[in-house]
């Protein structure tokens, strides 16, 4: 089993910029898609960007535009570059692969007020 740990959130101001983390601790890794995803509290959880083994992205259109995924397959981390936040953008987010295959780590909370 993989373990997941995310990292990085934070309150940040409407408009700024915030990057987040997400560090596998297998080296199988680089084998997965992986995605971002995103919860708040009464909803379901919402996938919002991933990036395949070969690095192509797809986004959510709430995030396109806004929202940049990459992945450091020898540090076996994945990115979230969060641009332009809005007060919708706060949530907790969770990597893991696309589809969900390992264990959700304890995700890390973006929160975006004035």
């Known amino acids: 089993q993989v373990q997941l740990v995310e990292s990085g959130g934070g309150l940040v101001q409407p408009g700024r910029s915030l990057r987040i983390s997400c560090a596998a601790d297998?080296?199988?890794?680089?084998?997965?898609?992986m995605g971002w995803y995103r919860q708040v509290p009464g909803k379901q959880r919402e996938l919002v960007a991933d990036?395949?083994?070969?690095?192509?992205?797809n986004y959510a259109d709430s995030v396109k535009g806004r929202f940049t995924i990459s992945r450091d397959n020898a540090k076996n981390t994945v990115y979230l570059q969060m641009n332009s936040l809005k007060p919708e953008d706060t949530a907790v987010y969770y990597c893991?692969?696309?589809?969900?295959?390992?264990?959700w780590g304890q995700g890390t909370q973006v929160t975006v007020s004035s």
């Open positions: 990036i395949t083994r070969g690095g192509s992205t």
């Open positions: 297998g080296s199988i890794f680089r084998l997965y898609g």
């Open positions: 893991n692969t696309v589809p969900m295959r390992w264990e």
